[in-house]
């Protein structure tokens, strides 16, 4: 893969059929279904060793596609690792739903905040900042300037930045639909679209969610904060207080023996099983995250006469 000549051509044969070892985490992209609902970023508790087995994965969770969709599996370097990440996609090509980005409708993405502009450009420019990398420095006033935004955006973890983004998608599907402005957005406006959230169901948690993002989509935009008003609060007030509102489900804790019962039932006749006996006691034994217990290479690990310590380098967690 190193070598400059190499095409997309020879690579897809190549990685459309390799096995990583250890396996891959398998996202499923934030998307907009026909319907204007949305598709949250979503990481899967398991994890693939080849495209094959991230498509069985998501047979679960994707077990009924919308008709005239389906689903492309992709390679992608997230947070300096290779992840799948399952987009949905329309069978048509020629056809993109009216909220997303076409060559037609949208311009190239402002410098500026995207004000009175269509809801595919807040989409856009929204994105763009979520996703903009530190520039280099040169010297220049207006090289620092950028370098706000992105710094900013880097203050929020990656999952928020991708929930948000998700959010802001579904608001701005919502504002097209209904012919509203997008931003500026106007407090009945948001509070119509979360109590909308409310009435498809979704839970008061992923509405204050949606609220927190269009609060930060108008923060980022240096323009006055919509869900601050006292209508959008009293209406979530009630969200939170409704009789039909969903008991939070209660989980139960893991415990060393429910730890000890699967421990044993894996056998050590591989390296495989080995290692993930190993995984699963390290992980409950330092209370790690899956992604920190991905994230652990053999330099962050050594040994003492007491025990065994390892380095998260990108954890706030020190075990």
């Keep these: 893969m190193a070598q400059s000549d190499i095409t997309i ?4 044969p190549i990685l459309s059929t390799a096995r990583f070892s250890p396996p891959l985490p398998v996202f499923i992209a934030d998307s907009m279904l026909p319907d204007g609902s949305a598709l949250p970023d979503t990481e899967l508790p398991d994890c693939a060793e080849h495209t094959a087995s991230a498509r069985k994965l998501l047979e679960g969770p994707l077990s009924s596609l919308p008709s005239g969709y389906h689903l492309e599996i992709a390679l992608k370097i997230d947070r300096q690792r290779l992840v799948f990440v399952a987009s949905l996609v329309s069978s048509d090509q020629n056809e993109r739903p009216s909220f997303l980005p076409s060559k037609d409708k949208v311009n190239s993405i402002p410098t500026p905040a995207p004000i009175g502009q269509a809801p595919a450009n807040v989409v856009r420019w929204f994105s763009a900042l979520a996703e903009a990398e530190v520039p280099k420095h040169d010297g220049q006033l207006e090289t620092s300037q950028a370098a706000v935004g992105t710094f900013v955006q880097i203050g929020k973890a990656a ?12 608001w701005c599907a919502f504002a097209e639909r209904h012919d509203l402005p997008a931003l500026p957005a106007r407090s009945e406006d948001v509070a119509t679209y979360l109590a909308d959230l409310a009435l498809r169901g979704r839970k008061p948690a992923t509405i204050e969610l949606y609220r927190a993002a269009l609060r930060y989509l108008h923060h980022v935009a240096h323009l006055p904060i919509p869900t601050t008003h006292a209508l ?23 415990t060393w023996e429910m730890l000890c019962e699967v421990v044993d039932k894996i ?7 080995t290692r ?8 409950y034994g330092g209370a790690l995250r899956r992604s920190e217990l991905a994230g ?5 690990v050594t040994l003492d006469e007491d025990c ?10 020190r075990t």
Excluded at 233 to 252: F, Y
Excluded at 267 to 273: F, I, K, R
Excluded at 276 to 283: E, H, Q, S
């Design 9 to 12: 051509d020879v690579l897809r």
């Design 159 to 170: 999952n928020t930045r991708r929930a948000y983004r998700s959010a802001i998608r579904g």
């Design 232 to 254: 959008v609060s009293e209406m979530l007030a009630g969200i939170h207080r409704s009789p039909s509102k969903t008991p939070q489900r209660r989980v139960k804790g893991l």
């Design 267 to 273: 056998p050590m006749t591989s390296l495989v099983d």
């Design 276 to 283: 993930d006996r190993a995984i699963l006691l390290v992980g």
């Design 296 to 300: 652990i290479q053999l330099e962050h």
């Design 308 to 317: 065994m310590r390892i380095t998260l380098p990108h954890s706030r967690l």
